[in-house]
């Protein structure tokens, strides 16, 4: 059994679309996501920055990044989670999203904390 690292974030997804602010006339697809960050490393850490790349069914990509998440820049203890929801808007039904965050450990060590590529879309559209 592998040991974790002291510097570990684990990262969920759960997306929604959102057919109230959408406008599929206007390519307009709306979608919300819940991210939970969970520090499974044995280091406080803070989460500094974000960066995503958002790719709609065209292959139009956007590249996002900025400080922290939601206005916060959350620090947790190991074992501690974090929780917050955003959004993305597409000009397609269909696309996916990816990215990092990057986080400083308690002791001065920076480190990335991968957003495994997920997948947005409308109810239905895909199997």
Known sequence: MTEKSSYTIDVQVETRFVPDQSKPGDNRYVFAYTITLRNAGKMPARLLTRHWMITDANGKVEEVSGDGVVGEQPWMRPGENFEYT??????????????????????????????????????????
Request: charged share 15%; net charge negative.
């Open 86 to 127: 955003s959004g993305a808007v597409l000009e397609t039904p269909v696309g996916i999203m990816g990215g990092s965050y990057r986080m400083l450990a308690d002791d001065g060590t920076e480190f990335e904390a991968t957003v495994p590529t997920f997948t947005l879309s409308i109810p239905r559209t895909l199997h």
